[in-house]
């Protein structure tokens, strides 16, 4: 049976490639952001950068492997098959729970991932053993909960710490540069590129480069007495370098943000390594001692071999940093994590990713009244001086860029010494959530959270945090469930535990690759915010737009005749997936709203004043349609669920025919719109002045039938609903033909 054995390893290492690459995917956006938010350089400039130091530090990452050998449980009181199944369990939670994450675009901790799925799955094997046994061992003697503790403690320290520290030096720092800032930096600049040169490579040596395979206990012995000397050696040296560079004409805050992009990849790969290949090692590791042994019982031989020190073969160090590389370079789900930081952190309004909560308009509403208070007792010269320091009017961003230079360097240094900080006190502090939140602190401070966007980016940011906490939680619950599925069904149970969870990887990629083909017009958008001619600008507006109203046309007349098909034919699934995507739907068009009027500004000024008019009273008559649509949909879905008397035959029969000339003008109109030529418009006036004859006709002979008691009244409150808005909607469609042809033609 020791072959079941070898292929729970190979499916360990087969999974640690996934885990390797979904991982990158995901923790890329820490050390990504600052350099591609303000466009330091081209893309695959910063990604060779950043490839660099991700593979310097995996292969010389080791020390950091032991938390996974004996970090979170007693290796000594568990035995092989069961060392072996907390590994799969962590393994097949782990690869799941993070391309999850980056399908939805959210930055998560893979540190505290693999601490909660190990302490869910040592959890669920002490459970078992002290319930089996009288032998007075506790949780304690077989799990290290300690670490979870601490663990949690930093989640709460670094995220508060990180924000208040982004939010201060980002302020202080705008105040000292102003968004002008290449204007007066003759002497300043030496100054603050020392400075943060200096912190960068405090943040290497202490939190980078402490635990790599060549640092021995004397070169770190030596680091650490030696710390200041080497802090006020480096600060000088880079204070003179860095001034010598600006006289060159060289860009000190490129320089700052290249050097800070690759000492946080570095760090990364360096530490951060353990959390993807260090328990497929600690499986590896136990097979081998298993088959050195000469055991024959893998529930007999204990595995205190664990206890001992890790040492990795260079060449699994060495692979791992090439999967690594090859992830970050091609990784479409890493670019997709990083847009989200980028999009939370953006100078100006641009696509809002997230939408509004109560918590979020609560804390906007707290922090404007407290803001206001502050203002008014601050020296009216002072909120002078202030105000001109904060100017954005002069702001000097590389084009396409979400901030600049400044803030970009802020966001590298803070976070940078933070780490290092946290680190030298034992904090385990997580380097997803304090380059995040330093990011979002900075961001405040520059005001790029205005009265228009500063609800959907607080939300946004809730929703990461949010996402953190529930990491922790479904890392240990899943994990737990595994390691009990496995133990109860054994060898088997595992086998199809570890298949089911390559399907699922598999088959979430292949959803999420039909959903990116399928946005399209946010490449539209972005190429419309990025043109500088007015002229083409309008063109790719007017196309955007034609396409949009299209699209919304087809969508609409697609949920009409599902929900009017549903009414007739009683299907109650078929009415209840309606309502569903109705409800997305709304939040679809607002966004689409906010989006196309953002793309309005990059338009001619007086022409854009001219069609703004029309262009929102398109916009209201497709808010007019949809929620004709929705009135529609919750009575009849209502009616349809509670098995209520169906639609008599000769109502559906009268009614098909005048819902299929709807139908035809709503697929003719959105034609219309999308060549956008409008010649046909008087013939499509004079079908909707037909059918509004033919609906007020089916109005008056219900009431007819109603007078007369020849039809059930909730039936017949449930048609005469279903005729309005119908004729609502002809009525509705025939203003916003109108209005679309005076956007598009004048």
Known sequence: MDWIYLGFVIFLFILAISDLWVGVSN????????????????????????????????????????????????PEQFCFQEIMYICLAVMVTDIILLDVFNSLGMPTSTTVSMVFELLGATFAFSMLKIAGSDSGLGFSDYMN?????????????????????????????RLIFTFNYKKDLKWKIGIFGGIAATAIVYF??????????????????????????????????FTILMQILYFCKVNVFKVVVLIGTFALATAFAGNDLVNFIGVPLTGYASYLDYMASGSTDPTAHMMGVLNGPAKTPMVFLFLAGVVMVIALATSKKAHNVTKTEISLAKQD???????????????????????????????????TWIGKRFDASEIEIEDGASYDLVRASVNLVVASMLIAFGTSLKLPLSTTYVTFMVAMGTSLADRAWSRESAVFRVTGVL????????????????????????????NAVAIIIVIAGLAALIHNNIRYKAKNEDINGDKEFKAILACQDNAKSWE????????NESGFLNGIADQYKKITDGLIEENVKV???????????????????????????????????????WFHQVFNDMEQLYYSIRRICEPVYEHVDNN????PEKYADEFTVSRDKVLGIIGGISNLCNEGDYGDLRKYDEQISGLQTEFSDMRKSLMTDIQGGNVNLTVAYLYLNLLQESEQMTIVLQQMSRASRKFQQG
């Open 463 to 490: 929703s990461v945090i949010g996402g953190w906490f529930v990491t922790a939680g479904v890392a240990f619950t899943c994990a737990f469930i595994i390691a009990l599925l496995m133990h109860f069904g054994g």
């Open 145 to 173: 909960t300690e670490k979870a503790l601490s663990v949690i403690m930093a989640i709460f320290v670094s995220v508060a710490l990180a924000f208040a520290f982004g939010l201060i030096i980002q302020y202080i720092s």
């Open 575 to 613: 009415l209840r997936k309606s309502s569903n995507e109705l409800k997305q739907e709304k939040v679809k068009l607002k966004n689409l709203r906010r989006k196309e009027t953002l793309c309005l500004r990059h338009i001619d000024a007086e022409e854009g004043l001219r069609k703004s008019a």
């Open 349 to 383: 309004e641009g696509d809002e990713m997230f939408g509004s909560s109560k918590v979020a308009r609560s804390i906007v509403r707290w922090s404007t009244s407290v803001a206001n208070g502050l203002i008014a007792i601050t020296p009216a010269k002072v909120r």
């Open 204 to 237: 290497l040596l202490i939190k980078g480069a402490k635990d790599l395979s060549f640092m021995t206990a004397d070169v770190k012995e030596w680091i650490h007495v030696h710390t200041w000397q080497l802090l006020g050696v480096c600060l000088v040296s």
């Open 540 to 547: 790719l507006l007017s196309r955007y737009v034609a396409e």
């Open 644 to 647: 209520f008397s169906p639609l």
């Open 27 to 74: 923790d890329a956006v820490n050390f990504l952001n600052s350099a591609i938010g303000s466009k330091v350089a081209k893309f695959r400039t910063i990604i060779i950068i950043a490839a660099a130091g991700v593979f310097i530090g995996a292969i010389m990452s080791n020390g950091m492997m032991d938390i996974a050998r004996h970090g979170i449980f007693r």
